[in-house]
């Protein structure tokens, strides 16, 4: 099965079945890209391929000396987090800056402005809820 590549008409049940199957660490070049477009192409992320081979490389970095063999679902996972993490980064870093550039106007103009509370309805619609 590690041979194969899937086609378009592999069903469904056996991707996933595929993504759960315990599979060898890759130990050479080759064997890495492989393995990283495979994990990359499961994750479905628009950011540059390197930055993502780069956050695999990480992951096996960061596995225990006894896991040779980890699921694709670990990796695809991991990869969506770690995208998920620089969004919610990026949105608490602009949400913190605004909140301190209205604080610093405020100081600078003497005037005491209450904060107002965040909108939930579209905080909620920019997580796609």
């Known amino acids: 099965m590690f ?11 056996t991707i996933i079945d595929q993504m759960h199957e315990r599979r060898p660490l890759p130990l050479g070049r080759k064997e890495f890209e492989e393995w990283s477009e495979r994990i990359i192409a499961g994750a ?43 969004v ?11 909140r301190k550039a209205e604080s610093s106007k405020e100081e600078k103009s003497g005037e005491v402005v209450p904060n107002p509370k ?3 309805t579209k905080i909620l619609a920019n997580q796609g809820v």
């Open 44 to 86: 479905m992320i628009e950011a540059d391929k390197e930055s993502q081979k780069f956050a695999l490389a990480n992951l096996i970095l960061h596995l225990g000396p006894t896991e040779s063999h980890k699921e694709d679902a670990f990796f695809i996972h991991s990869l969506r987090k770690f995208a998920a993490n620089q």
């Open 118 to 120: 965040p909108d939930e």
């Open 3 to 13: 041979g194969r590549k899937n086609t378009r008409f592999t069903s469904k049940d």
């Open 88 to 98: 919610a980064d990026a949105m608490r870093t602009e949400i913190r800056d605004r």
